[in-house]
């Protein structure tokens, strides 16, 4: 519905009539995911003859144009986009651009918009822990193994906060890793693309000595109860493997040790009881590492409100 509204914004006649072709199977009651292909090419069609390329990550979204890319190259480049194109269905509708149909069309987009705005930011009129696991473990699922549309991400969490002056410090919580190794370079990944900000800046701020970050162990389902094998054991094993390679980073003394804080939990409060990571609280409470904030030693700090 968004390719055909931008088709008709830019009048142009052949996408046009591929993008009514495809929502024509809607009407003959064919299922959207029997066709998933076909839209994505019409996608991509659209992408490479109006998108903006931004560098070595090709275009992103065929709405940001190509004449846009350069009045838009900051942290919230992405949504640049979808706020002209939303600009310009309501000017064609007000004008009388758009006839009847595609004054629905735009109207039935609007409500699909709202919808999914409230899957991203977690907002429905139900309640409770499951509700809000329920958004957590879909909301990414989407973009999942799309590295551009991954770092986009980052660079709107990290980069659009971080860039503001009164910010002196901002915390970023992300999950440990099973491997150390995997953990450097989710911090080093991260640094890359917040160290972006020092290239724009104008007094060469280092930025990322406001960056921290809190290691949070994620609460899982208790699996079947066996005979012998304690409860939420799952989750024990899972944590313990995650302390671990987060001792071993640590010890490596880095220079990326300067960014972990603390650790905390976090997902569910009914799937697991906060007394399975008591251990893991223990331990890490005492655990040293070398850090090259202000050239001191640092210890992390558990944080004790685990419930």
Avoid at 215 to 228: A, C, R, S, T, V
Wanted: glycine share 4%; with cysteine; net charge positive.
């Amino acid at each position: 519905m968004r390719c055909y509204l931008f088709c008709v914004l830019k009048q142009n006649k052949y996408l046009k009539e591929k993008a009514e072709t495809l929502l024509g199977y809607t009407k003959n009651s064919i299922s959207v995911n029997s066709c998933v292909w076909e839209i994505q090419d019409l996608v991509i069609l659209c992408k490479n003859k109006y998108g903006a390329k931004i560098t070595d990550q090709g275009a992103l979204d065929y709405a940001l144009e190509k004449d846009m890319i350069d009045r838009n190259d900051n942290s919230c480049r992405l949504m640049a986009g979808e706020r002209r194109f939303l600009y310009e269905c309501y000017r064609a509708a007000k004008t009388n651009q758009f006839n009847e149909y595609q004054k629905n069309c735009f109207y039935k987009y609007l409500m699909l918009r709202v919808s999914f705005r409230g899957e991203m930011i977690q907002i429905n009129e139900r309640k409770g822990f499951s509700n809000f696991e329920g958004y957590q473990s879909r909301k990414e699922i989407f973009i999942e193994g799309e590295t551009a549309y991954e770092d986009e991400l980052v660079r709107i969490a990290l980069n659009e906060t971080l860039r503001k002056e009164n910010i002196r410090s901002l915390e970023a919580r992300i999950c440990p890793k099973k491997h150390s190794a995997d953990l450097y370079k989710t911090l080093y990944h991260n640094e890359r693309i917040v160290k972006e900000l020092e290239n724009k800046s104008a007094n060469g701020e280092d930025v990322t000595e406001k960056l921290i970050y809190v290691l949070h162990f994620p609460k899982i389902h208790d699996e079947k109860f066996y005979m012998g094998v304690p409860r939420n054991n799952n989750a024990r094993m899972l944590a313990f493997k995650q302390m671990r390679s987060t001792v071993a980073f640590l010890e490596k003394e880095t220079r990326m040790n300067k960014y972990i804080r603390g650790i905390d939990t976090c997902a569910s409060e009914l799937d697991c009881r906060p007394e399975v990571y008591a251990q893991i609280y223990r331990y890490m409470s005492n655990v040293v590492f070398k850090t090259s904030v202000k050239g001191k030693m640092g210890i992390v700090q558990a944080n004790k409100n685990s419930g």
